[in-house]
């Protein structure tokens, strides 16, 4: 019985998140906004797939990004980042959502995702830019998240 439910666990796509009791992996800070939080799923070879949780888009890919031991996961095309959108609120593929500039959202990237393109949208690339740009800009989080 006990192999029998390891077997469904779910590997691919986001998880549940515990609104206000998990915490970003970057920055630590408690998710608690439900229309800007992001998951990226990893898989190391020969283990089961891992999800790592974060409070904004920008944490997940300065993580992913920045964080040497995190270049495997980064440059892996099995690799996930999902993203809430930030009306529905539903989980969407960060990688085809188009990103909405001007939003308030938790670490200040200021990016609202959704599956619509609208004018001005930037794809998932150009968000990718701009979270770069806003990070040097602001120095948002200094040198001492990257670990």
Same mark, same amino acid.
């Given at each position: 019985?006990?192999?029998s439910a390891c ?5 691919t ?18 998710l608690?906004?439900r229309n ?14 891992k999800?790592?949780?974060?409070d904004?888009l920008?944490?997940?890919v300065?993580? *992913?990004n %920045?964080?040497?031991?995190q270049?495997? !996961?980064r440059d ?6 999902? +993203?809430n959108?930030?009306k529905?609120?539903?989980?969407i593929d960060?990688k ?6 001007d939003?308030?959202?938790p670490?200040?990237?200021g990016?609202?995702?959704? *599956?619509? %393109? ?5 794809? !998932?690339?150009?968000?990718?830019e701009?979270?770069?740009? +806003?990070?040097e800009?602001?120095?948002?989080h200094g ?5």
């Amino acid at each position: 019985m006990i192999l029998s439910a390891c077997g469904n666990e779910k590997q691919t796509g986001a998880v549940d998140t515990k609104w206000d009791r998990d915490v970003c992996e970057r920055c630590m800070m408690m998710l608690s906004d439900r229309n800007f939080s992001a998951q990226v799923r990893v898989f190391p070879a020969g283990k089961r797939s891992k999800v790592y949780k974060f409070d904004d888009l920008g944490c997940a890919v300065l993580w *992913l990004n %920045k964080v040497e031991k995190q270049a495997v !996961y980064r440059d892996n095309p099995k690799t996930e980042i999902w +993203v809430n959108d930030y009306k529905s609120k539903e989980w969407i593929d960060a990688k085809k959502a188009w990103y909405i500039k001007d939003e308030i959202s938790p670490m200040g990237y200021g990016l609202g995702a959704q *599956l619509d %393109k609208a004018d001005g949208a930037l794809n !998932y690339q150009q968000a990718v830019e701009h979270i770069y740009v +806003v990070e040097e800009k602001l120095n948002i989080h200094g040198g001492n998240l990257d670990h």
